[in-house]
């Protein structure tokens, strides 16, 4: 299942991604026809690893932003708990805040590495 599927295509200038959040948040109910709970979340597992690490390191290719990280996350942790897998326990819940990865990220000696 490819990420690009939570997110609806724009103009391909300003903002060429958008998330869809109907149909991330719809993904705490049932997976999309055809694919499985396990497909999804592999999916938004990679989605907030990669823009994580994007934040964290050069900021490219980052694709969510502070109003949908926490949208994502939920998903996410409802889709685990679907397959009987234990989520994650994040100290965050934004790219940017004093309770935002940035800071997370710094306060534990990630910075330039």
């Not at 999916?43 to 109003?67: H, I, K, M, P, W």
């Not at 708990?81 to 989520?87: C, F, R, V, Y």
């Amino acid at each position: 299942m490819d990420t690009e599927m939570f997110f609806s295509r724009r103009d391909g200038w300003v903002a060429p991604w958008v998330l869809d959040v109907r149909t991330v948040e719809s993904l705490r109910f049932d997976p999309p026809a055809g694919r499985t709970d396990l497909e999804v979340a592999i999916a938004l597992t990679r989605l907030l690893y990669n823009d994580f690490v994007s934040y964290g390191t050069d900021g490219q290719g980052r694709r969510l932003d502070d109003e949908h990280v926490p949208v994502v996350m939920k998903a996410h942790r409802t889709v685990l708990e679907h397959i009987a897998l234990k989520p994650p326990v994040r100290p965050f819940r934004t790219f940017d805040g004093p309770r935002g990865f940035g800071t997370y990220w710094r306060a534990n000696g990630m910075s330039g590495s």
